[in-house]
């Protein structure tokens, strides 16, 4: 019997333990594993049968810190009402309520398990005892850093360690600069935009391709309206801009530097976010990075003539250059890949296991040679998509949602831009 809308609608908002039964007992597989393609579906499979036969973790405890868009928010209790994301509100044009103030009475209501399952479940199989953490992605950095601080202390008793893709490295930095008493004994950080990252400036113009994709099931609104009075009300997104000291003093947290065409950005919370980095912890002996290289990453940028322009070279994972990437006194590993498969790549799985064990691992370069070649000059209206016509969710193959919501949930590589 073919899936009802109804069921796909609700399939991207399963929570954890019930992903988890329907991979194990193999329910509506062709719907799972269409949704999460053939290769991971068979991969989370193996590892939840795999779990599903350990006994109970003994080892240290974890926590999985998600990037930004990878928990969903909504209202908890009956009915538990899913905005982000469900493609079906998206459709009708409800992505306006993630807006804050407004959107402050949505809730994180778990990880975007299928972004990250992979992980938490392979460091179960090697004995850690995971929990996700998952965090309201549009909010300040370090009332998200004294959130997570305070989840700690009321959970946990021993020594704990932290795992955080992009974003979340920094919420768990936040976290520990309150950490006194050092109860966070590692962290490890995966792709983090320490120095920020350019695609919040690509987020903020418009320009960023999950928001051309948003705006592909959107029939209400354009990419230009989600990122003047949506995503320029997160406080998170202006606080990951590029820092200053990286580009030469060119300071995006200025009104003034940002051309004056093109969505409006909010210059009091440009102005609240020169100061938060220096509130963040500095990296000392328990800080490791693993940082992905070798992709096509916007690694700098300047105005001209009323445009931003994108210099794209391959040092970085997609989304952060290295140059950003990089904190001072951090171990850094290297890995040939993009920003966001960086959590289920297989290698870097491996390697924080060996890392959380012994503190070191060699299934991961500690070296890294900077590319050399010139840098492809893109302009802004190149980033920004063509296709304009509004998709109908419930009439696309199951293939073709899941291409659209990683597009969407999942920040990737920058668009290429138009010969």
Known sequence: MAPTGAYKRAYFNLPEPELLRRLIDGTQRDVVEGHLGKELYCELRALAKARQKRP????????????????????????????????????AGRLTELALPRGNRLRPLGVQTFMYLKLKLALECAGFDVRFHAYDWRQDILTLGRELSRRLRADSTGPVALVAHSMGGLVARAAMARDRKRQIARLIMLGTPNFGSFAAVLALRGAYPPVHKIALLDHEHDPDTHAQHVFATFEGLYQMLPDPERLDGFDLRRASSWPSSGPGLQAARLARCASYRSRLAPADDRFVLIAGIDQPTV?????????????????GDGTVPLSLASLPGTRTYYVAEGHTELPSNSRVIAGISDLLTRGATKR????????????????????????????????????????????????????????
């Open 299 to 315: 690694t700098a940028m300047r105005v001209s003539a009323d445009e931003l322009l994108f210099e794209v070279t391959r040092n």
């Open 364 to 419: 991961l370069a500690s070296r890294h040679r900077l590319s050399k070649a010139a840098p492809l000059v893109v302009r802004e209206r190149d980033l920004r998509s063509t296709d304009t016509i509004a998709h109908d969710w419930s009439a696309l193959n199951v293939t073709t949602q899941r291409e659209l919501l990683e597009g969407i949930v999942f920040p990737g590589r920058p668009a290429r831009p138009r010969r």
């Open 56 to 91: 109970r973790p003994r080892g240290q405890r974890v926590y999985i810190l998600h990037g930004i868009m990878g928990s969903q928010l909504g209202r908890a209790g009956p009915g538990r009402d899913v905005l982000w994301v469900d493609p079906q509100a998206i459709a």
